[in-house]
């Protein structure tokens, strides 16, 4: 196993106390000043988090139209990612992390809601949770992603990112439906970015994307704030007002969020979410097939996004060996597990290791220590929540966007020259976005990677275990039929 290179002069250093002992700070060439900085840099660039992870779950009624509240969504979100980013620093002892994983929060406000209460779909994410936990606590875990074609796994991601992009663009009205079947879809307003707000939009992807390229730390931090600020002096001159006004439709309007300066800047954060899930009642719901498929696609969504993400990190904090094992790796896999039961508990979604870590890491962060500043950190942008629920959908849009371009560039590490495995990535990343689901181009990567790959004289390359997940999959998209048979 290799560790960290010790930093010059430190090579013989002794711990020099309790604290230094526990989280192996001098024995990992580190100093508390590059812990703390790391610790810092690493909320700054995560701390987009606040805003967009609200946005995105406040976005959507539920099967029963009740729609979660923006400022309770704010505080859980910054309660879940502290505690979550102190236990991992405490337990595994590493510099990354924990937030609400935006592809798991997609997926729960544009394809479960469809189908049960926002309760039901936080239920569910604490059973996938319980059940990563199992599975990293028994090794089943590394062996399933082992099984996994690193191709498919890579598709995941860069499809979750194309279909976070285009999220982004339809909340800014960017991209808007044309009423007809053909095209489904247009630009803007009858084909013109016409509207101030969807103006706006452009502006700020525009300048994150300038701050993203020339790597500025904390740049979609930055471009949200600007944006916010631009929208707020907009709003304050010619007072364009909101999308629906009761039964007033302003087609040039704001989306969900007015940017109104608030009455209070700073409050007592609301975590009346906190507690409100329903385990088992998405099963009485839809049925137990339905339910067990959805809560199916959460634990595939979590995990491979995850171990991926850890192991990344890891090698960037020399803290991995040739096979991407690092220090602890049981442990930060339940640990992970453990992310998703919380956020369910607290209706903030399931939380996991973010990638933005990587900045952390790049200050001179190395062990876990770092994680008791970002959590820190995060605790306290739980009383700024008022200030928070100002920045219009428009402008997060905009961050949306760029994180789908960021999780699209892993497409470079997928060797596209061979069809037979070109096809299942195309599929897969193309089916999210166009079917509006993150499960629907899971399953159809799935199916097609054993189908192609079999028939073309591959089949001894394909595991076991991704011929029983691929049969899982084709129940899933037979569902419909399969209950309907088993309900006469």
Known sequence: MTTAPATPGTEQKEPTNAVDRFFEITKRGSTFGAEIRGGVVTFVTMAYIVILNPIILSSSPDIA???????????????????????FGLVAR???????????????????????????????????????????????????????????????????G???????????GFVTSTKSDSPPVGLGIAGSVATVPTLIFVFTLLLTAVLVAKKVKGGILIGLVTGTVVA???????????????DTINPGGWGLTEPKLPEQLIAVPDLSLVGQFDLFGAFGRIGALAALMLVFTLVFTNFFDAMGTMTGLAKESGLADDHGNFPRLKSALIVEGVGAVVGGATSGSSNTVFIE???????????????????????????????????????????????GALMMSQIRFIDLTDFSALFPVFVT?????????????????????????ALSGKAREISPLLWVVTAGFVVYFARGPIEALLGG
Do not use: C
């Not at 139209?65 to 236990?87: K, P, R, Y």
């Open 65 to 87: 139209g009740n729609v979660l509240d923006f400022a309770q969504l704010s505080a859980v979100t910054g309660l879940t990612a502290a505690v979550m980013t102190v236990l």
């Open 94 to 160: 590493l510099p990354f992390g924990f937030a609400a994983g935006l592809g798991i929060n997609a997926f729960l406000a544009f394809s479960v809601v469809g189908e049960v209460t926002w309760p039901e779909a936080m239920g569910l994410v604490i059973i996938n949770g319980l059940i990563i936990v199992l599975l990293s606590a028994t090794g089943l875990r590394r062996m399933i992603f082992d099984a996994v074609p690193m191709q498919l796994k890579i598709a995941i991601t860069v499809g979750i």
């Open 162 to 172: 194309l279909f976070i992009a285009f999220i982004g663009m339809v909340n800014a």
């Open 232 to 246: 707020v002096i907009v709003e304050a001159i010619w007072h364009i007002g909101p999308k629906v006004a009761g």
């Open 357 to 403: 870590s990587g900045a952390g890491i790049g200050e001179g962060a190395r062990t876990g220590f770092a994680n008791l500043i970002t959590g820190a950190l995060f605790l306290i942008a739980m009383f700024f929540t008022p200030l928070v629920s100002i920045v219009p959908t428009e402008v997060a849009a905009a961050a949306l966007v760029i994180v």
């Open 429 to 453: 990343v193309t089916v999210m976005p166009m079917t509006y689901s993150i499960a629907n181009g899971i399953g159809a990567g799935f199916i097609s990677w054993v189908v192609v790959r």
